[in-house]
């Protein structure tokens, strides 16, 4: 009967010890995101982490931490307390992962944090290898979450860097100005650049159209789609085919345009949407 009443007595301790470290999880985790909000990032951390070694299965803890640790992170910064930053919230964010897979939060963060380690690194091979990184973390977002439409519009933008600079490039080799009617004057480079880049260029309308599938006043995605097919348009064989494909991604730089302005007036109607005298 003592044995009994001694393991009893253990277990009621364990679970007291446990629950008083759940609170204090809890008030960790409150102090931490009071210092986030505050923008002190390093104390924001301390708390986290302890919220996080208090109560290990506190995943909102352990995204808080990889948070701070991303925001604190300076994209094109060289400086290995800067790298550090980005190391650490990566580390975080995939120990988030290991319990959950698809985990969105996780996912979109890392996908974010490679497209800015991108917007750093001079070097275009390396610049798209970290692109491409980013490209497979918003495929795994979309698998998790098939209506972010986030996800697409950024595999639209990665696929928009890939291919700018080696466009500007052709034109300027041509002795065109940006604001140069197309299609391309150089018939070798123009198929040059439609196989190496028809597919990507292709690619990132896809994307757009998807992002618009989800969301149709997604004015940011038809920005992007009047770029893309702007300068695809470049790359057709005749003047007529060109105008055709110029007004269509006129089209859609107009609608982006009224799709802003029609927010911005839903926004001012909205209370607190005015202008305060």
């Not at 959950?100 to 070097?123: F, H, K, V």
Request: charged share 25%; proline share 5%.
């Amino acid at each position: 009967m003592k044995k009994y009443i001694a393991v009893l007595a253990l277990g009621v301790l364990a679970l007291l010890t446990t629950s008083c470290d759940k609170l204090r999880s809890r008030d960790h985790m409150n102090k931490g995101v009071q210092a986030y909000r505050n923008a002190r990032w390093p104390e924001a951390v301390e708390h986290f982490k302890a919220a996080v070694q208090l109560d290990p299965q506190n995943v909102n803890g352990k995204l808080y931490l990889a948070t701070a640790y991303m925001t604190q992170y300076v994209p094109g910064v060289d400086d290995p307390r800067n790298q550090q930053f980005a190391n650490a919230a990566r580390e975080e964010f995939n120990n988030v992962l290991k319990e959950n897979p698809n985990d969105r939060t996780a996912l979109a963060s890392l996908a974010s944090l490679c497209y800015q380690e991108a917007q750093g690194i001079p070097n275009f091979s390396d610049k798209v290898k970290k692109l491409d990184e980013s490209k497979d973390w918003n495929l795994k977002l979309i698998q998790a979450d098939p209506q972010s439409k986030e996800a697409y519009y950024t595999l639209a933008v990665i696929d928009w860097l890939k291919w700018y600079p080696n466009y500007m490039s052709a034109r300027a080799e041509m002795g065109m100005k940006p604001e140069d009617p197309g299609p391309l004057k150089d018939k070798k480079v123009k198929e040059e650049l439609k196989e190496k880049y028809g597919a990507v260029l292709q690619d990132g309308i896809d994307n757009l159209n998807k992002a618009l599938a989800i969301d149709k006043n997604y004015d940011d995605a038809m920005s992007y789609l009047n770029l893309l097919i702007r300068q695809r348009a470049d790359l057709l064989d005749t003047k007529e085919e060109y105008n055709e494909q110029i007004q269509v991604a006129n089209n859609w730089i107009q609608k982006s345009l009224d799709t802003k302005k029609a927010k911005a007036a839903l926004a001012a109607k909205q209370p607190g949407g005015g202008v305060t005298p």
